[in-house]
């Protein structure tokens, strides 16, 4: 999703908002996403708690989003889940780590 430039965090989250109101399904993941960030900015660490969740019932797994979902956690006083999204953030990296020299293998020689 290609999102406009904003001037502020208001325009940003109304903008947001719309798109989870009215757009497809891959740009209400990005939308938030970025909602959530405008959250934490903001000290609404429940709020993006609850969007960040929302992204990972939709089946968004990346090590990014759980790290992210952490310190939402951790900001909201919930250290256990903190530390279980932490943990599930850090076995994704280092799979992520692990699978990337054998797609090198796997590429072609340069002539």
Known sequence: M???TFHNDDDAARYYLSVLRDGADADKIVARERLA???ERRGMFAEAVELYERNVRTGVHTADLLARL???YRQIGDNGSADAALAEARR????QAAAAPRRCRDMPSAP
């Open 2 to 4: 290609q999102a406009p």
């Open 92 to 95: 994704l990296h280092a799979a």
């Open 70 to 72: 952490s310190d939402a």
């Open 37 to 39: 960030a405008v959250f």
